[in-house]
């Protein structure tokens, strides 16, 4: 059953059916394909198609046929050079862009769901299940990169820490070295690792690991604490084969952040 908000791409999908230069309304992320995970947090993503890259400009640049939502949006900016983001009274939330259907085959997107298309369309609108979905695996996709690259983050981090560069060293430990991790869990023989969003890899994570697949909350300790970050995911890559050389690296730069900070 679909989530009560779907239904409001259903209005839209009336008003755009009396638009002679709509060809499509497709639903992407929770309201495409896997609609069952939509709920009261999710935002409306979508695509609208149309006819010629004229129309595309006039709906890009006038707006005003967002009020098929119910409403005009009390907030909407330009995200991208197809789409836009919009906020409603009521807390619904867009993200949608708008694609002549020439453009269609060459957009990277997966999961989408056809909320309505023009009987005319025809072969006009390309078939989704033979779509272009997100890149594949390029050759540096592999355990051994993702591990190394891992403990490099950690290393680089620990030194923009012992240099006073915070907030920068925050990102390659907290940020840079846990994605490379996700990476390592995702490429994982035990596929272990269900609903895996294939644009976006931290989404789910919580819900869709096995618990103890991965210390987040240790990994992700924050602003003040990005030794004890880097020693939980030291700790981890320890069970990746690193290389001593590496790990010993790494370890010495976390004796010494550990002395140079006030709490050490």
Same mark, same amino acid.
């Given at each position: ?16 059916? &009396?638009?002679?230069? #709509? ?6 992320? =929770? *309201? $495409? ?5 939509? /709920? @009261? +947090? ?65 957009? &990277?997107?997966?999961? #989408? ?6 009987? =005319? *369309? $025809? ?5 989704? /299940? @033979? +779509? ?79 618990? $103890? ?52």
């Amino acid at each position: 059953m679909l989530h009560p908000t779907l239904a409001r791409l259903d209005d839209l999908a009336a008003h755009l059916a &009396r638009d002679p230069d #709509a060809v499509a309304l497709l639903g992407l992320g =929770s *309201a $495409g394909v896997e609609h069952d995970r939509f /709920d @009261d +947090h999710s935002d409306l993503d979508f695509f609208v198609v149309v006819a010629t890259e004229r129309a595309k400009r006039r709906m890009l640049d006038d707006v005003g046929w967002l009020a098929a939502f119910g409403d005009d949006p009390v907030w909407s900016f330009v995200n991208s050079p197809d789409g836009r983001k919009a906020l409603y009274a009521d807390g619904l939330f867009l993200e949608y862009a708008v694609f002549a259907a020439a453009e269609l085959p060459g957009i &990277r997107f997966a999961g #989408a769901r056809t909320v309505w298309s023009r009987p =005319s *369309a $025809g072969q006009d609108l390309v078939d989704l /299940d @033979d +779509h272009l979905g997100p890149p594949g695996p390029g050759p540096l996709d592999t355990v051994a990169f993702h591990r190394d690259e891992a403990l490099s983050n950690l290393y680089v981090g620990l030194h923009r820490e012992l240099r006073g560069e915070r907030l920068s060293a925050t990102r390659f430990v907290q940020v840079h070295a846990v994605d490379h991790c996700l990476a390592l869990l995702r490429l994982a023989p035990d596929g272990a690792w269900r609903q895996q969003d294939p644009f976006e890899p931290t989404r789910r994570v919580e819900r869709s690991l096995p618990i $103890g697949a991965f210390p987040l909350a240790a990994a992700v300790a924050g602003y003040d604490r990005n030794a004890d970050a880097a020693q939980a995911v030291l700790d981890w890559l320890r069970g990746h084969d690193p290389a001593p050389a590496a790990v010993a690296a790494v370890t010495d730069l976390l004796d010494r952040a550990r002395e140079a900070s006030p709490q050490g």
